[in-house]
């Protein structure tokens, strides 16, 4: 059989030359955006990766040098009143122990994690009504009075503006928030219908109005996910614009509905931290827990393709594998001044540097 070639020599010629002139990366690199085709193909192959992660080291190192900021991460509620299809601690989930901290040891957590070295402390729970405003308050103005140098950053899922601003008046200055996709469709097959994406929109956009620093992002490879999906959550992140985001990849839970479910793919999770940073030069982007759990080099790997954060665990040991959204979550086992040695020493050999510092998104106006 004839090939193409043979009948068309000149269309292989100028396939050949299209394919020359397309360089996604350097486009990329230079004007932070790429159309909508362009991204679906680096997306969808992986013959610019090793472009890709060399064109984001060197953006973040342009921008952060060799620092990598520590985030201290306390669990502090595994209780939540949604039933999101993917996560291990959804209301339905009957065979999950609950627990709560007592403000006492969410504060001992703190103490701990300030005399390791940490500035930032991330709270995070399930949508737990226990914890009403008035509590949260009060938690986070005794963080506040107690650790003035550091950062309080909440992650507590969807409230009110009011409630937010609250918080924020409490003295929280971050907040992390997941939009986990921008697809409509999608959500809608994530999510059951008592949750909207219009509201988690809401929610993000009210927070940055409010002033905190915003931490967006979404998981790669949840099930029914598209590329057309995954561009749709980077044109959302470009207009949110947030401080930090925040991806990994999906990791199936035995007792969620989506039990039998691949987990995401560990190398469009590096293409994508490395495609955000190039797209977000300034953000700040986490080597996440998810991906040191699909890969025991996960968190090296993410940092080496453009992440400059990571999050270990501050919370007491005994509740860890009960916050459980996924399953074989690494560090359930570990007391905090272990992960934050391992992690010291693990940044540290794949060419970065752990540093003690708030560690702010940086500005264009004030970057070096
Ligand atoms: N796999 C990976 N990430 C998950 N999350 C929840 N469930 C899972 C899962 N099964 C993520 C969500 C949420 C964040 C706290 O954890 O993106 O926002
Ligand atoms: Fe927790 Fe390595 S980071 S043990």
């Excluded at 940073?277 to 300034?282: A, S």
Aim: glycine share 8%.
């Amino acid at each position: 059989m004839e090939s193409k070639k043979d009948i068309d020599p000149a269309g292989d010629e100028r396939a050949r030359h299209s394919e020359k002139a397309f360089d996604p990366v350097n486009q990329l690199a230079q004007t932070r955006d790429l159309p909508a085709e362009a991204l679906r193909r680096l997306l969808g192959s992986d013959q610019w990766d090793a472009a890709l992660t060399a064109a984001a080291d060197r953006t973040r190192r342009a921008v952060y040098g060799d620092e990598v900021y520590l985030r201290g991460l306390i669990e502090f509620s595994n209780v939540c009143r949604n039933n999101c299809y993917y996560c291990g601690i959804r209301a339905g989930n009957q065979t999950v122990s609950r627990y709560r901290l007592t403000e006492q040891e969410i504060l001992a957590c703190c103490a701990e994690g300030y005399a390791l070295g940490f500035r930032t402390f991330v709270l995070q729970s399930g949508e737990d009504p226990a914890f009403t405003d008035a509590k949260i308050c009060r938690i986070v103005s005794a963080i506040r009075d107690r650790f003035a140098d550091c950062a309080i950053t909440l992650s507590l899922g969807e409230k009110s503006k009011e409630s937010y601003r609250a918080y924020f008046r409490a003295g929280a200055n971050r907040y992390l928030l997941r939009h986990e996709t921008a697809n409509e469709a999608h959500y809608r097959q994530l999510h059951p219908q008592t949750m909207r994406l219009f509201n988690r929109k809401r929610c993000l956009f009210d927070l940055k109005e409010i002033g905190y620093q915003v931490g967006s992002g979404f998981m790669v490879g949840s099930p029914y996910q598209t590329t057309d999906c995954l561009i749709d959550d980077l044109r959302f992140l470009q207009a949110l614009r947030p401080e930090m985001i925040g991806i990994g990849p999906y990791l199936p839970h035995k007792a969620t509905p989506f039990a039998a479910f691949p987990p995401g793919s560990l190398a469009l999770t590096l293409r994508l931290i490395s495609l955000l940073r190039l797209l977000f030069p300034y953000a700040l982007i986490p080597a996440t827990t998810a991906l040191g759990t699909l890969h025991p080099q996960g968190r090296e790997l993410g940092l080496k393709a453009g992440a400059n954060v990571v999050m270990p665990n501050l919370s007491p040991v005994r509740v860890r594998r009960l916050y459980e959204l996924y399953e074989n979550k690494i560090c359930t086992g570990e007391e905090a001044a272990q992960c934050r040695g391992c992690l010291a020493r693990r940044v540290a050999a794949a060419g970065y540097r752990v540093v003690t510092a708030v560690g702010n998104a940086k500005k264009e106006t004030n970057a070096p």
